[in-house]
């Protein structure tokens, strides 16, 4: 059953046609991968489904649901999180601290000032602190939950990115290459990650350049190129398709 439904989207910026006419359907409970050259348009594809930047055409579904074209919290509310190409954690903060802002907005639109100092306002920080340390555990850093975001290695931070983006409970994880500055042992980790998610019932879709962990965790994969999608199919078609292999897999 599809989940995600991109219907002909296209973006343009000034003379550059980033995305053109794009449409492909995500699959309930599988990894999507997206790949494709530098400035194939991957990122714009998620900056539209996630409602930071409006297409000049076309919408994506989401459960058969026509999705919001922004703002991103509206797009959030329908069960879409994502993580960025550059972390974009609080480094100051601990690590708790990063992941309970995320499992509850509250803590972000000032419900918790007018409650504080009351028995309820207590209650509900233990609450989202239990939740925060749930995702923590979860993505495997429960035991750094004090230290200082800034001070974690890349590959804790981008799983810190994570648990932030599952601590909203999403139908649907958007991930902007998560391995990018991972050594092989956080990649295979990551992996395993991934699988664990899906297994839970999240479907993603995953942007990545590490060709070895698209093609062990992706159930499929779409190739875009100068902002057109010019494959898609399962990672063994995708490797032997002789258009993406001259427009990007070279030798791989
Ligand atoms: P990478 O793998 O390097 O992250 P990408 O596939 O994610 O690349 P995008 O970041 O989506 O590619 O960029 C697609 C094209 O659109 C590029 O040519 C980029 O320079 C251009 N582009 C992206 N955002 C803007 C913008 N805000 N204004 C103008 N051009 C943009």
Not at 55 to 63: E, K, S, V
Not at 178 to 187: D, K, S, V
Not at 198 to 213: F, K, N, Y
């Amino acid at each position: 059953m599809s989940l995600l439904h991109a219907c002909k989207v296209s973006k343009r910026y000034g003379g550059l046609q980033a995305l053109d006419d794009i449409s492909f359907e995500v699959e309930q409970g599988e990894i999507f991968g997206l790949i494709g050259p530098n400035g194939a348009g991957k990122t714009t594809l998620f900056n539209l489904l996630t409602g930071s930047e409006r297409a000049d055409n076309g919408h994506f579904t989401l459960g058969g649901e026509r999705l919001p074209a922004g703002p991103p919290h509206a797009v959030a509310r329908c069960g879409i999180a994502r993580s960025f190409q550059n972390t974009r954690l609080f480094r100051e903060l601990s690590v708790l601290e990063n992941a309970m802002v995320a499992a509850d907005a509250r803590a972000r639109t000032g419900l918790w000032a007018t409650l504080a100092g009351t028995r309820a306002a207590r209650a509900e920080e233990a609450a989202c602190r239990a939740s925060a340390l749930r995702w923590l555990d979860y993505v495997g850093i429960a035991h750094l939950a004090d230290a200082a975001a800034g001070t974690l290695s890349y590959g804790d931070q981008r799983r810190l990115e994570i648990a932030r983006a599952l601590a909203g409970q999403p139908r649907l994880l958007a991930l902007d290459e998560p391995a990018a500055g991972m050594n092989a042992t956080e990649t295979g980790v990551l992996k395993r990650l991934l699988e664990r998610i899906r297994a839970d019932g999240v479907t993603i879709v995953l942007i990545e350049h590490d060709m070895s962990l698209v093609m062990a965790a992706c159930d499929r994969i779409a190739v875009l190129d100068f902002g057109r999608l010019i494959a898609q199919g399962t990672p063994a078609a995708v490797r032997h398709d002789p258009v993406v292999i001259a427009a990007y897999l070279g030798g791989s």
